[in-house]
């Protein structure tokens, strides 16, 4: 017997959006006596006309993280470059020896990095590096899975904010991610009474790029073709890894059975995710899956693979992920439709290492 799979794909803009929430006027006396300067990021709804419809989930998860972000200003006099900025509280970072000057307009941006710059492992990764300020990036992703989201690298640039030091506003930053992200989720049919998954393997992925900014947005810039204000060059190796999740056949990793009030991408039914570089997918590029199905009280053996290349698009994107999602059912045929990213009722977001 046969099994028929449905693969959809679905691709979502990873924004970490800033809003500021909360303002201050000079008749605030808190202010007279305070001139730190304040930088707050928050998730909001982000929708663009004819762009991905996307509510970013992951903000949460950067505030639990707590990382800091190091912040530049293009305006040389205020000696800010490259300046590390903790965590205070409620989405605000704050540096009490950074502080405004009543004469200077700043143009501030920030950047993340997970893990910190220059820690971790070059080699087996994962490993970031950069410079210009955060504008030149190289990112190795790991050698080998790990389902703990804290096993990749992750890199968050944000857009360019105009500030007046006489003002002293609470500066928000709007953060693009750079990586791209991949999650598979899988299922079995009501007419499957058991189904285990022993191997499943993503080969042919490319874990290593050097990237350039040649575009930096304000948060008023609309977004380019691909969902993304930042625009950048990539010079991506054509080393390549295969991502692997096995255990033994007679401990598979049990297949729930889909319900509808879940939906395809609930967590419960995720298998894999993991981050990765920005890469067009290429012959090499193959998702296979082997897996246990009882049939007629008997556990039957079957292997299947995938060429991602034949789906459209083809392209793991940057600052998005991609959504497969496999249902194994009994049938003569084997079947695949693709939810393109900018078309899919999905709502969704993407993940930081946590």
Not at 80 to 95: K, M, P, T
Not at 111 to 121: A, F
Not at 131 to 140: A, D, F, K, L, M
Not at 294 to 306: A, G
């Amino acid at each position: 017997m046969r099994h028929r799979f449905f693969i959809y794909i679905a691709m979502g803009s990873s924004l970490l959006a800033g809003v500021m929430s909360t303002s201050c006027t000079k008749d605030t006396p808190a202010e007279k006596e305070d001139a730190s300067i304040l930088f707050h990021v928050k998730s909001q709804q982000y929708v663009v006309a004819g762009t991905s419809r996307t509510i970013v989930e992951d903000t949460e998860e950067l505030l639990n993280l707590e990382p800091p972000i190091y912040v530049s200003d293009e305006n040389s006099a205020s000696g800010i470059n490259n300046r590390e900025i903790d965590f205070l509280s409620a989405g605000i970072w704050r540096d009490d020896n950074l502080r405004w000057n009543n004469n200077l307009t700043y143009t501030f941006y920030g950047y993340v990095s997970l893990p910190e710059p220059n820690q971790g492992n070059s080699g087996s990764g994962p490993y970031i590096s950069n410079s210009q300020n955060g504008r030149y990036v190289e990112i190795t992703q790991p050698d080998s899975y790990d389902d703990d989201p804290g096993h990749w690298a992750d890199y968050l640039l944000s857009y360019r904010v105009s500030a007046r030091g006489a003002d002293r506003p609470i500066v928000n930053l709007q953060f693009e991610r750079v990586t791209s992200g991949v999650e598979l989720y899988i299922t079995r049919g009501s007419n499957i009474p058991d189904a285990k998954v022993t191997c499943v393997t993503f080969s042919g992925v490319k874990r290593k790029t050097r990237m350039t900014l040649t575009n930096h947005a304000t948060n008023g810039d609309s977004p380019g073709a691909t969902g993304m204000k930042n625009l950048w060059s990539n010079a991506t190796e054509n080393e390549t890894v295969a991502y692997v999740k096995q255990t033994t056949e007679s401990d598979g990793f049990q297949v729930l059975e889909f319900e509808e009030a879940k939906g395809k991408y609930h967590t419960d039914y995720r298998f894999m995710r993991f981050l990765t570089v920005p890469q067009t997918l290429g012959s090499v590029n193959t998702l296979e899956i082997a897996y246990q199905v009882l049939e007629n009280n008997t556990w039957q053996l079957y292997d299947v693979m995938f060429s991602l290349d034949s789906y459209k698009p083809a392209e793991w994107t940057i600052g998005h992920k991609v959504r497969y999602y496999l249902n194994i059912d009994t049938s003569m045929e084997l079947q695949a439709v693709v939810e393109r990213w900018d078309t899919s009722n999905v709502i969704e977001g993407t993940f930081i290492p946590d």
